[in-house]
């Protein structure tokens, strides 16, 4: 998922988000990217997203992390 190359990897995300805007994973791991970088905002903005898209994952994340 993050091999170490951030932003490669999140030019991977944002390509399959723009390829299948109902990919509730790349929303989710996009999230994941962004909160470790520490952008919380747009790391909640993507769990929500996912969560939402029907991603059980993203929902207890976003519990957890965004308030």
Known sequence: RNSGNG???LDCYNKAISLNSKN???YYYRGCLYG???FAQAACEDLN???YLGNSN???LLNKTCK
């Open 7 to 9: 932003d490669y990897t």
């Open 36 to 38: 470790k970088r520490g």
């Open 49 to 51: 997203h996912s969560c």
């Open 58 to 60: 993203a929902c207890s």
């Open 24 to 26: 509730s994973k790349a």
